[in-house]
């Protein structure tokens, strides 16, 4: 229970069922420190507020309710990895790694011990039985669909979990939580990262790893040297704003460089890659020998593309895709579905995109 109305819908709906319920919220990170500019906490996911809220949705439906910190685990697991991807010149997606280790290896291993025949959360993702084996599919409401999140589950954690709003649209559960009487019924959602509050990750990665550590050149597609940056980790693949570089076009960040501390800037076209390499692949199906043709999303708002997957070994996979595509970020995921089916996923390296445009800059000369 994370004090949302999803999660907080999910537990009354099995109460009312009647399900033995029992309510569990992690504590992963230590948000008194954090206020704004008024004096105000921020509002984000799975701050002592939301844990506040869980506790009186937990008594409003009288269960058990506990707290599990976890917060080194968090901070092991997540937090470390986030700022690791940045220092090595990837973008992170820490939502995957929370849901990865947090909630479906240690909290659902907690919910175990606990003698829980399941662990009920309140993603939107459904989980079916085919032909004896339990298949990830898309929720049914597609603005709302977490299964990009979802794809380093295994066989045997999706034996002992079940999303009850896999079936539902956001409007639905919204009206189930005001039917229900849930204090959460209006509550906002937060878009933060929960332990970048303020939104300023420079600030953040800077605090825990030091400033000054990876300033180097801005340099052009060709290898000229356009300017200096404060901090590779500053830069995310796509970005146009803040290079301040004076060029006939607008420049776009389209490579980092870590190992030599160098931002690769080029021009709009640049953006765009039609192949890209994926490591730690997790298969919801039997691997692949060769190539097979799936349908691939590269991030979380993205539309899946038609894409060739050629399998290269050690767990990882070659994409091609049907039609170039921006914004292919290492260190984001990419995950791979047949219809509404998840068949597999992994990460996106840096060598492919870099290898990538390489290729591209030989292809113009």
Not at 3 to 27: F, H, N, P, W
Not at 39 to 56: H, N, P, W
Not at 109 to 129: C, I, K, P
């Amino acid at each position: 229970m994370s004090g949302g109305v999803d999660s907080s819908v999910a537990a009354a709906l099995l109460k009312e069922q009647g399900c033995e319920v029992i309510g569990m919220t992690m504590q992963i990170w230590d948000y008194s420190s954090f206020t704004d500019e008024h004096g105000e906490k921020f509002g984000t996911c799975c701050s002592l507020d939301d844990v506040y809220d869980a506790r009186r949705v937990a008594e409003s439906l009288e269960i058990p309710f506990y707290v599990v910190n976890f917060e080194k685990q968090f901070e092991t697991a997540v937090i470390d990895r986030f700022c690791d991807d940045y220092f090595n010149g990837r973008t992170p997606n820490p939502c995957v790694l929370c849901n990865q280790v947090l909630k479906f290896e240690i909290l659902l291993r907690r919910a175990r011990e606990l003698q829980a025949d399941y662990l009920v959360t309140g993603h939107y993702a459904q989980l079916v039985q085919e032909d004896g084996q339990m298949t990830l599919r898309k929720g049914r409401d597609r603005n709302k669909d977490q299964t990009y999140f979802l794809f380093t589950l295994t066989s045997e954690q999706m034996q002992y979990i079940r999303f009850p709003l896999g079936g539902m649209t956001k409007q639905e559960v919204r009206s189930h939580a005001g039917r229900l009487g849930l204090q959460v019924a209006e509550k906002p959602e937060s878009q933060d990262i929960c332990f970048v509050p303020d939104g300023n990750y420079v600030r953040f990665l800077e605090e825990q790893r030091g400033p000054g550590t990876m300033n180097g050149d801005i340099v052009y597609i060709d290898g000229q040297v356009l300017g200096r940056h404060q901090g590779t980790y500053r830069y995310t693949v796509g970005q146009r704003r803040g290079l301040g570089l004076a060029w006939p076009e607008p420049l776009y960040v389209v490579g980092i460089d870590a190992a030599n501390r160098r931002v690769i800037v080029g021009e709009k076209q640049h953006l765009s890659v039609s192949r890209c390499h994926v490591f730690d692949v997790n298969w919801f199906i039997q691997p692949p020998s060769g190539t097979i043709e799936a349908s691939c999303r590269i991030r979380y708002r993205h539309q899946e593309v038609p894409s060739r997957i050629t399998t290269l070994g050690g767990g990882t996979v070659q994409i091609d895709f049907d039609e170039p595509q921006k914004g292919v970020t290492p260190g984001q995921a990419a995950v791979f579905y047949d219809d509404d089916r998840v068949i597999g996923g992994g990460w996106i390296s840096n060598s492919a995109t870099r290898d990538e445009q390489r290729g591209t800059r030989k292809s113009e000369t």
